[in-house]
């Protein structure tokens, strides 16, 4: 059975992400709860999540549909100050201009990338964590 084309296109996100040389190194993983050990944290993660599938009839026998996909990144660096975060807001800011300025995965045509969390400042005062929300959306097309 084929995947979902939402699944599809975050899978192909992952791919492109990990396929680019950014200012630091990771790996990113689909899934579909970010939450991670604390002890974990140390290491730099980037997730990528199906978020919203927005269709409506284009035509008799097509769709056409917004695709919303998260991207959250996330790391409890040893200190909470600005040599520490400043890397990680940079890092927020390539990935969404990697795809701003070219990066199409799948057969899908970018509207956004908008960061919706620049940072949780919960999660930085309570557990010292990073965490970053980019979401893209895409416009795609299915054929019934």
């Known amino acids: 059975m084929p995947q979902a084309q939402i699944i599809e296109l975050a899978d192909a996100i992952v791919a492109a992400?990990?396929?680019?040389a950014f200012s630091q190194s990771f790996v990113?993983?689909?899934g579909y709860l970010p939450t991670?050990?604390?002890p974990e944290m140390g290491t730099l993660k980037v997730t990528v999540v199906p978020k919203e599938d927005d269709g409506r009839l284009d035509t008799r026998s097509s769709s056409v549909h917004e695709y919303a996909v998260d991207i959250g990144i996330q790391q409890k660096p040893e200190t909470t100050d600005n040599?520490?975060?400043?890397p990680l807001m940079r890092l927020t800011q390539e990935i969404a201009d990697f795809f701003l300025f070219g990066?199409?995965?799948g057969a899908t045509t970018l509207i956004t990338p908008s960061v919706r969390i620049l940072y949780l400042q919960e999660h930085l005062a309570k557990l010292g964590q990073f965490t970053s929300v980019l979401t893209l959306t895409f416009r795609g097309w299915r054929e019934a």
């Open 103 to 105: 990066q199409r995965p």
């Open 83 to 86: 040599a520490s975060l400043d």
């Open 36 to 38: 991670f050990d604390l």
């Open 17 to 20: 992400l990990n396929t680019h």
């Open 28 to 30: 990113a993983e689909r």
